[in-house]
């Protein structure tokens, strides 16, 4: 299976957190048949969070170590269309796709939606501990929540 993570997890991996043994105990990411993507995005994010907390070196050098061998995904074209009709669809505007009922709009964080996007595009299995992407689950995305 191929999975793209939310930041939340790939933090949770750099803090060696038991929630994210929990997700690779399972979820199973370095099986055999398994691969683990990151997008531009989540660099981006983690980097910003890593000055706003101002990590020291050894947690600069684990998440270096979390990033090798992991393939890095950009933006492209299918990806920006992606994100704007998850975005109207969000909002509850996407022309002939209303939300499903008792679900109301929402704002999603402009990184949470580039993530999204590239999930749907790429077909892959979206891993996250938040409920951030729920509505969104069986519709754009696959979504594994931990």
């Not at 105990?25 to 983690?46: H, W």
């Not at 995904?73 to 990806?79: A, H, M, N, Q």
């Not at 595009?121 to 929540?145: C, M, P, Q, Y």
Request: aromatic share 12%; glycine share 8%; hydrophobic share 40%.
């Amino acid at each position: 299976m191929n999975f793209l993570w939310d930041t939340n997890l790939l933090l949770h991996r750099i803090r060696r957190s038991t929630r994210f043994d929990e997700a690779n105990k399972t979820y199973q990411f370095q099986d055999i048949g398994n691969q683990v993507f990151l997008s531009v995005i989540n660099i981006g994010e983690i980097e910003s969070i890593a000055y706003q907390l101002n990590w020291g070196q050894a947690k600069w050098n684990e998440l270096s170590l979390c990033i090798q061998g992991v393939s890095l995904l950009g933006i492209y074209e299918e990806v920006i269309h992606a994100y704007a009709k998850i975005d109207a669809y969000s909002q509850g505007k996407l022309a002939g796709q209303p939300l499903p009922s008792g679900l109301s709009a929402r704002n999603m964080g402009k990184n949470d939606l580039w993530l999204a996007a590239t999930a749907h595009v790429g077909n892959f299995a979206f891993v996250t501990t938040d409920h951030d992407f729920d509505h969104l689950n069986g519709t754009f995305l696959h979504l594994l929540k931990v």
